[in-house]
């Protein structure tokens, strides 16, 4: 039956720590922290090094390359919205600047070390980082 209303997926709730990360998908931008410390980079933002424990961070942009790590291929949809698009694969991928990241993976089937790019898909009221097989977008 036409006219039917797609369904917009829960939008995320930033807090004073991830604010800076939502905020920069909408500008196709990938931001994480960097520990000002011990120098590691970290995902997901938090106040503190979960390596050294500092509070010292700077906030870098990642160029989006990287590694995945593992994945997983989602049946049953957590939010309504994503009912028509399963299954789809969430993966979790090893950035070049060394931090652990998820998103969706499009545009091919998953691999152990396959090299993906980070995309940046629109909803209505926020960007959801996604990734594509380097080279394909
Ligand atoms: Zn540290």
Redesign the pocket.
């Given at each position: 039956m036409s006219g039917e209303k797609k369904i917009s997926p829960t939008p995320p709730e930033p807090d004073a720590d991830s604010t800076f990360f939502w905020d920069a998908l909408k500008e196709k931008k990938l931001l994480i922290q960097r520990?000002g410390?011990?120098?590691?980079s970290r995902f997901p933002p938090m106040p503190r090094?979960p390596?050294?424990?500092?509070a010292q961070y700077s906030v870098i942009e990642a160029g989006g390359g990287g590694t995945v790590y593992t994945w997983v291929v989602v049946h049953r949809a957590f939010d309504p919205a994503f009912t028509d698009e399963v299954p789809f694969t969430l993966a979790t991928v090893d950035l070049d600047e060394g931090a652990r990241i998820v998103g969706r993976l499009e545009g091919a089937s998953p691999q152990f070390g396959m090299r993906v790019q980070a995309t940046f898909f629109n909803h209505p009221s926020w960007t959801e980082l996604r990734f594509a097989p380097q080279g394909s977008k």
């Amino acid at each position: 039956m036409s006219g039917e209303k797609k369904i917009s997926p829960t939008p995320p709730e930033p807090d004073a720590d991830s604010t800076f990360f939502w905020d920069a998908l909408k500008e196709k931008k990938l931001l994480i922290q960097r520990c000002g410390d011990c120098g590691r980079s970290r995902f997901p933002p938090m106040p503190r090094c979960p390596y050294c424990a500092s509070a010292q961070y700077s906030v870098i942009e990642a160029g989006g390359g990287g590694t995945v790590y593992t994945w997983v291929v989602v049946h049953r949809a957590f939010d309504p919205a994503f009912t028509d698009e399963v299954p789809f694969t969430l993966a979790t991928v090893d950035l070049d600047e060394g931090a652990r990241i998820v998103g969706r993976l499009e545009g091919a089937s998953p691999q152990f070390g396959m090299r993906v790019q980070a995309t940046f898909f629109n909803h209505p009221s926020w960007t959801e980082l996604r990734f594509a097989p380097q080279g394909s977008k």
